[in-house]
């Protein structure tokens, strides 16, 4: 996460492809195709908006 906060810092990024979060297949998510997601890289936190 270190080297994202350096790198990138998007304000507004559609994600290109599907993306699970967590690994328990009960309490896990996944962002869409087409989402808009914020990524605070020095708090490593991903906030997606709702479709």
Do not use: Q, Y
Not at 13 to 32: F, K, Q, Y
């Amino acid at each position: 996460m270190d080297v994202i906060a350096d790198i990138v810092r998007p304000l507004g990024v559609p994600v290109i492809a599907e993306l699970a979060l967590g690994h328990d297949p009960e309490t896990s998510r996944c962002i869409t195709f087409g989402a808009l997601a914020t990524l605070d890289a020095a708090e490593g936190v991903l906030t997606v908006a709702k479709p």
